[in-house]
């Protein structure tokens, strides 16, 4: 029985502990959506489909997002939404759009913090962009039954 729970703490996965380096607080993280979302609303591509989605007052889904990303990056439990749903329903969105999505978040990253903590919030962003991606894209091909049955 004791070898079996060994193998089970080898195999589960280290929780996330929240990212405590000077200068990563909600206000820095609350520049960072903020200057992200500036460049995604410059954006050719991804521009037009944020205009679609929100329109009028941007700042709700900021102080949204500032909530996400503390929540992400300081594990402080601000946020209390469901993104997969908000994003399933976005009809024209392709799974490039994630690459230029994360190549600003990337970018606006690098240019706020030191390149440690940058890699972070970017590592943090290719794995919740997988997931997302994966909500949105894969698709199980229809299971065929032997025999025609």
């Not at 037009?48 to 941007?58: K, L, M, Q, S, V």
Request: glycine share 6%.
């Amino acid at each position: 029985m004791t070898s079996k729970l060994a193998l089970v703490d080898r195999v589960r996965p280290v929780a996330e502990q929240p990212l405590d380096h000077a200068g990563v607080d909600r206000e820095s993280i609350g520049k960072l959506v903020r200057e992200f979302y500036t460049k995604v609303r410059n954006d050719e591509r991804l521009g037009p489909i944020f205009a679609r989605e929100i329109t009028g007052d941007w700042q709700p889904h900021l102080e949204k997002m500032t909530d996400f990303w503390c929540s992400v990056i300081l594990k402080s439990g601000d946020y209390h939404g469901c993104p997969v749903p908000a994003h399933l329903k976005l009809k024209d969105v392709t799974e490039a759009d994630f690459e230029i999505w994360r190549a600003l978040f990337g970018q606006t990253a690098a240019e706020l913090f030191a390149p440690e903590t940058a890699a972070v919030f970017v590592d943090r962003a290719q794995r919740i962009a997988t997931s997302l991606k994966l909500a949105m894209f894969f698709r199980l091909p229809p299971t065929s039954t032997v025999g025609g049955r």
